[in-house]
Nanobody, 120 residues
Framework: QVHLVESGGGLVQAGESLRLSCAASGSIFAINAMGWYRQAPGKQRELVAAITSGSRTNYADSLKGRFTISRDNAKNTVYLQMNNLKPEDTAVYYC??????????????WGQGTQVTVSS
């Protein structure tokens, strides 16, 4: 079994920054892609950013320049630095990881979600 634990969400004012973290643990052989999705009230879940084990990144076009994804492979942890936050960034942010387990199966795992609220 694999578990993802997120941290770093909270309430901030517009223009401020937050850094989200997501640590994976459990029966991990390798982690391929890791990243973040978000879901705002009444909206579909959308990709925020993803990063491969080789540090190749992919961002939602609307977030390029404000959000930065990174990972520490030794710690099985992915980070999301969010700068110049806007009220429309308010959402629950979910971490995901494409994991190859020690049993050599590949599965996407999800965190429980962390709330980010940006006030105007």
């Amino acid at each position: 079994q694999v578990h993802l634990v997120e941290s770093g969400g909270g309430l901030v004012q517009a223009g401020e920054s937050l850094r989200l973290s997501c640590a994976a643990s459990g029966s991990i052989f390798a982690i391929n892609a890791m990243g973040w999705y978000r879901q705002a009230p009444g909206k579909q879940r959308e990709l925020v950013a993803a990063i491969t084990s080789g540090s190749r990144t992919n961002y939602a076009d609307s977030l390029k320049g404000r959000f930065t994804i990174s990972r520490d492979n030794a710690k099985n942890t992915v980070y999301l630095q969010m700068n110049n936050l806007k009220p429309e960034d308010t959402a629950v942010y979910y971490c995901f990881a494409d994991v190859t387990t020690t049993g050599r199966t590949s599965t996407n795992y999800w965190g429980q979600g962390t709330q980010v609220t940006v006030s105007s």
